[in-house]
């Protein structure tokens, strides 16, 4: 069976012979890698035409993978070679003008786990919010063109804008809660109810006896939704929604699940959960991390918490 290089290598071969022969005559096809968050790689082919600047990249990871269980090579080829047919005719990403003036209302920011993205981070400005976390900004150029285009800003798009990170992540933050405002429901509502209701547009705290088991916070998109959590003021408003502390639980990139303290919960338990989560449910490219943390309300502090039992249940971490 072959590895995945030499798959690459036998498909790029393929892929020609699939191909009208008008195409075939003038265009390079190259490897690709790309690495995404959480240091994930793909890999794939690009399709170069003399003279277009755009080159359609076609990843073979899912296809790799059908290969190993058995699936016919030239019939992928076939696959490919129809899917670029189909790019060349997609709507084409918008042109962005990469002044700073252009692109400031349009950051977004994204969180993630430094230690998960070693990688994805080597190019890539970022601000440690603390705990092992950090957050990178977006370009984010809406979906009035069929998709919901991003640019993630790696050092080569800094120095085009010719800004200083303090100025970019400042007004990245500023303009996420604009662009994608915070939302807080209670995962009654999240998971069963037509209409969610904000919980964050509230002016008055929840009633103690409605104070639900869980909420979800993310943004309005509900992508890329966990960076709320750390959007001005949310962690405060949050608390007095609640009333009390709070353990926050990585659900994903998406989105935070906050459980308000009480007695009844054990830091391990949530540990467990979102550990045993993240090994069955969520998808590898949308971990935020295994840890869980804590909010205290009176100290505006958020702690990570330890799931050893022969610990205290909270740990603080500084940053």
Known sequence: MMNINEFIERMKAEVRECLPDDVYQDIIIDNVEVVKMNDQKLHGLSFKMPGVDAA?????NEMYEAYKDGADIEYLAS???NMYSASRNAVAPPQV????DNVKDKLTVRLLEKSRNREFLANMPYVSVGHGLAVIADINMGEDRGGDWRIAVNNNVLDSLDVDIETLFADAMKSSVTLDPPTLVDMTSAL??????NLLERDEPIAPEDVGGMYVLTNTSGSLGAAALFYPDVKDK??????????ILPSSVHEVILVPDSQDIKANELCDMVKQANKTVVEEQDILSDNVYHY?????????VTADPQRAD???EGR
């Open 56 to 60: 359609p990249t076609l990843y073979v």
């Open 79 to 81: 696959e490919m070679a």
């Open 97 to 100: 003008d990469l002044s700073y």
């Open 192 to 197: 069963f109810a037509p209409e969610k209701i």
């Open 238 to 247: 949050a608390a007095e929604l609640i009333g009390r502390d709070y353990y």
């Open 296 to 304: 205290s309300r009176d100290d505006r502090r958020l702690d990570k």
């Open 314 to 316: 909270r740990v603080a």
